[in-house]
């Protein structure tokens, strides 16, 4: 659904704005606008705290809304995003909105601009393709900045456009119901997108990923009526590279629809959105698809490894062995554990370009969402310096990450009869038990995995979070990309 969410830097108030956001602190001055005392704002509830929004009513010309900020001086980029999504909830049904949001903070102006793009827009969102006669209403944001700040923000507003696009795209995919994204119409989407934001696109079908021996991701397509595909992207840097050439390989986990195969998930609220189990190519896709209009200087590949996991009479079978790309072979004692068995062949291939590092993102596990919860994505790999960049990025996109140890002793838990392992471990750990399955495929090249099952999504409206689908892991791989250096092995 289309992003009718506009914004743009200005220099001044625009003459004919329907509701103008001012920024209040905890402490300090009431800027005039207001036309209130702290003291009444008080008494009306409202103390300047980050994310809170007081509408003064006023009887003619602009509405104005008090919009907290929390201590001006210690604002962070999380305080602007958030700050700045509490304003368009609050300015929500309006069509122009004006805020001199980047201005009050001692922020830098761009960084300060990127964040209160992300937070109005991403705010904004709601899924409505499938809604008859619903729209996203369209907005104007003007951002007000003045003096030195005014390039800043100019520049910030470009990036936080193009950041805020990336991860609403995430979203849309996400929510897409499984008939209305199929693996192949997301290898199409994925071309079309390619195609718009200047990525290299391959897409293999069924009878090459049989040539190439990705046993894993077509053991999980024999249940389904519908074809695999890998989408394989590539994003050149342009111009001459500066120093040795850097290369971070991204793996997505692209289940369509994860009914759990022969091993069937219970009919409950947690199956239903099964839909969104393509939550981590969705980020890959759409990272990837920024990396060009914010200059990245780093070569990334990207794989995004996409088909359903459906119960049927040509379905894998417990007990069945999968050989891998590879040439690892795997015993099946879930068809649920899927996501492990298709990033298995993505990571192999991601392995064989050398790269300087690769991380993959999926939704990997349940344990993963009972360990840290739907706020907080686990991520564990094999190179410190790696995870670091990792947790780095997360904290500047404000998407949470903890890592949790990829500790080897577990991997006994593993251990099959007549494959290299069965594909779960046993009723504990299972996050990590994942992750060191993951571990078989990665060589030795400097590894991170993200497990998103719990950020996925969120049941309702929680600042730029708008119910549904998250894009979780979108930014943070944009940040990723933009800042990524040789790991040190
Ligand atoms: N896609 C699920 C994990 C998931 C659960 C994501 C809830 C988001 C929310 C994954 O394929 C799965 O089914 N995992 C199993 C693994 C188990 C069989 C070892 C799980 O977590 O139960
Ligand atoms: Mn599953
Ligand atoms: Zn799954």
Redesign the pocket.
């Known amino acids: 659904m289309a992003n009718n969410v506009t914004v743009d830097s200005v220099r001044s108030f625009p003459r004919k704005v329907e509701v103008i956001g001012v920024p209040v602190g905890t402490t300090g001055a009431i800027p005039r606008q207001v036309g209130l005392s702290r003291a009444t704002l008080n008494t009306h509830g409202f103390h300047g705290r980050v994310g809170q929004t007081l509408t003064v009513p006023s009887s003619s010309g602009p509405t104005i809304i008090a919009l907290g900020i929390g201590d001006s001086r210690k604002a962070t980029v999380a305080t602007v995003r958030r700050s700045a999504a509490a304003l368009a909830r609050a300015a929500s049904g309006r069509a122009s909105v004006a805020t001199s949001l980047v201005d009050a903070v001692s922020l830098d102006a761009r960084a300060a601009a990127q964040a209160a793009v992300e937070g109005f827009v991403l705010a904004s969102y709601r899924y409505t393709d499938l809604k008859s006669g619903v729209e996203n209403p369209a907005v104007s944001v003007a951002l007000v900045a003045t003096g030195s700040r005014a390039k800043g923000c100019d520049s910030g507003v470009e990036r936080g456009r193009t950041t805020a696009a990336a991860a609403w795209t995430a979203r849309d995919l996400a929510n897409t119901p499984p008939a209305y994204l199929t693996a192949r119409m997301m290898a199409d989407r994925a071309v079309a997108m390619a195609k718009e934001s200047g990525l290299d696109v391959e897409v293999f079908d069924n009878d090459k990923l049989a040539v190439m021996g990705c046993g894993g991701l077509l053991g999980v397509n024999r249940g389904s009526i519908e074809p695999a595909r890998m989408v394989k992207l590539t994003y050149n840097p342009s111009g001459k590279p500066s120093g040795s050439p850097r290369h971070l390989v991204m793996v997505g986990k692209g289940?369509t629809y994860?009914s759990?195969g022969i091993s069937l998930k219970p009919s409950d609220a947690?199956h239903a959105?099964?839909k969104m189990?393509m939550s981590g190519a969705a980020a890959v896709l759409s990272a990837m698809s920024a990396l060009k209009a914010l200059r990245c200087r780093t070569k990334v590949t990207g794989y995004l490894m996409c088909t359903d996991n459906r119960p049927s009479g040509s379905a894998m079978a417990m007990g069945d062995v999968l050989t891998f790309r590879n040439g690892k072979t795997s015993e099946i004692h879930?068809t649920?554990?899927?996501?492990r068995l298709v990033l298995a062949d993505g990571l192999s291939l991601g392995t064989e370009s050398k790269p300087d590092a690769m991380v993959d993102i999926a939704?990997?596990?349940?344990?993963c969402?009972a360990a840290l919860g739907t706020k907080i994505a686990g991520v564990l790999g094999t190179n410190e310096a790696f995870i670091e960049q990792v947790k780095e990025a997360a904290g500047r996109a404000d998407e949470p990450v903890w890592q949790l140890p990829l500790e080897r002793d577990y991997r006994r838990s593993l251990d099959s009869n007549v494959a290299d392992m069965r594909n779960?471990g046993g009723p504990y750990a299972?996050a990590i038990t994942a992750a060191l399955f993951l571990s078989e495929f990665t060589g030795n090249v400097p590894w991170a995995h993200l497990d998103i099952?719990g950020p996925?999504s969120v049941d309702g409206d929680d600042g730029w979070l708008s119910r549904g689908a998250t894009g979780f892991g979108t930014r943070l791989l944009i940040e990723l990309a933009l800042n990524f250096t040789k790991p040190k092995r």
Do not use: Q
């Not at 649920?336 to 996501?339: F, H, I, M, P, V």
């Not at 939704?363 to 344990?367: D, I, M, Q, R, V």
């Open positions: 289940i994860d759990g947690s959105n099964m189990d879930n649920d554990a899927e996501g939704t990997l596990t349940g344990a969402m779960i299972g099952a996925m």
